[in-house]
């Protein structure tokens, strides 16, 4: 099993076919404050399998977790069932999901794990920045 795409995005959609659509990917979310809690957003994950996998289940987690800490802020679980191909085919399985209402407590660096069993197979770092403060801007005194 290999992980071929992990990331979080505005949104994810799995389309018939087998078609994954993600939109908006990113890495960093911006906030005045904490705590907060942040608008829904999607998480995918598209892993090839092979020979060896076919026709087997796996239950994974998916843990988003602050960095250096083992509590976790979302965890959820994750089924794969790995069916069995038309002979010399090769195989993807995909994992889609919209989360939302997730609170973040602080600022810092949290990661994003997919874990089979206690094996981490990807993780995404993702940045909860404090949001600049904004100059006020003066008026020209020179202007009327």
Known sequence: MKVNIFTVADSVALYEQGKLVIVGTFDNIHSDGCPFVFRPFGIALKLTVGPRDYGKNYDGRLVLRKIHTSKAVVEMP????????????????IFAANIGNIKFESFGVYVFEFKVGSKVLADINLNIIKTPLKKKQTADKNNK
């Open 78 to 93: 994750v089924s794969l069932k790995v069916p069995r191909p038309p002979k010399g085919r090769g195989m993807s399985v």
